[in-house]
């Protein structure tokens, strides 16, 4: 059974950092591109950051150059590393695979920036 245990959030103030932490069990995460996820107060669920199976990462605008994808293999967790935190960064963080169905998603890690 898969499974993913995220980690890490918390109530941070504007311009703070946090490291979230995505543990996965079931599966091997670097066979598969995963991707964080968040969702905002009243906001669909999107992607914010991506690895893949080989290791490159991407981001979506909001979040590029403030924000870090990585993965260690042989603790089989991925990892956001978040600077520079603004409101708007206020959402539950998931992480997932990234285009396929891949077990439930996980309860998620609260991030909450503000002064």
């Known amino acids: 059974q898969v499974q993913y245990v995220e980690s890490g959030g918390g109530l941070v103030q504007p311009g703070g950092s946090l490291t979230l932490s995505c543990a996965a069990s079931g599966m091997t995460l670097s066979n598969h591109n995963m991707g964080w996820y968040r969702q905002g107060p009243g906001k669909q669920r999107e992607l914010v950051a991506t690895?893949?199976?080989?290791?490159?990462?991407g981001y979506t605008d909001s979040v590029k150059g403030r924000f870090t994808i990585s993965r260690d293999n042989a603790k089989n967790t991925v990892y956001l590393q978040m600077n520079s935190l603004k409101p708007e960064d206020t959402a539950a963080y998931y992480c997932?695979?990234?285009?396929?169905?891949?077990?439930?998603w996980g309860q998620g890690t609260q991030v909450t920036v503000s002064s």
């Open positions: 997932y695979t990234v285009g396929t169905y891949l077990g439930s």
């Open positions: 690895i893949t199976s080989g290791g490159k990462a």
